[in-house]
């Protein structure tokens, strides 16, 4: 991320720097969840042993709480130093909504352990579609 915006001379958000680690964070947490659930393997039942019932669980539920507050106040930033306009403002409902129907397939289904199979649903790729499609038209065309 810093070497592309670098070589284009473009400035990122400090905030996108922090939304990046807390979705990282929150996919790797969603996957080792799903992973310590199978208990196939010795090590996952050393590593499940490790967690309460309830602790990963609602460290991923943080952490996607986490993520939505980051993504709101990055809009309220951008709005507030005159970077994008009030519609901007309308990414974050998409972003909110997207990052939830993740959350709601891999803790639904077996589909947490990998992150490929969760993204080809066709609510969460709709979401992405309009969501580009916003910061399209609220970027370029100043709407």
């Given at each position: 991320?810093?070497?592309?915006?670098?070589?284009?001379?473009?400035?990122?958000?400090?905030?996108?720097?922090?939304?990046?680690?807390?979705?990282?964070?929150?996919?790797?947490?969603?996957?080792?969840?799903?992973?310590?659930?199978?208990?196939?393997?010795?090590?996952?039942?050393?590593?499940?042993?490790?967690?309460?019932?309830?602790?990963?669980?609602?460290i991923i539920k943080f952490?996607?709480?986490?993520?939505?507050?980051?993504?709101?106040?990055?809009?309220?930033?951008?709005?507030?130093?005159?970077?994008?306009?009030?519609?901007?403002?309308?990414?974050?409902?998409?972003?909110?909504?997207?990052?939830?129907?993740?959350?709601?397939?891999?803790?639904?289904?077996?589909?947490?352990?990998?992150?490929?199979?969760?993204?080809?649903?066709?609510?969460?790729?709709?979401?992405?579609?309009?969501?580009?499609?916003?910061?399209?038209?609220?970027?370029?065309?100043?709407?």
């Amino acid at each position: 991320m810093l070497a592309g915006t670098y070589s284009i001379e473009f400035e990122v958000s400090m905030w996108l720097y922090i939304l990046t680690f807390f979705a990282s964070l929150f996919i790797i947490l969603i996957k080792r969840f799903a992973e310590s659930k199978k208990n196939l393997d010795v090590r996952y039942l050393e590593v499940s042993t490790f967690y309460s019932k309830g602790f990963m669980p609602n460290i991923i539920k943080f952490s996607l709480f986490i993520n939505i507050f980051v993504y709101l106040i990055y809009c309220l930033s951008e709005i507030l130093s005159n970077e994008r306009n009030f519609y901007f403002f309308i990414t974050y409902f998409i972003f909110s909504f997207g990052i939830c129907r993740y959350y709601q397939l891999s803790s639904q289904s077996n589909l947490g352990e990998s992150p490929e199979d969760v993204i080809m649903d066709k609510y969460l790729i709709s979401s992405v579609v309009i969501y580009l499609m916003t910061l399209i038209l609220v970027s370029e065309l100043n709407l």
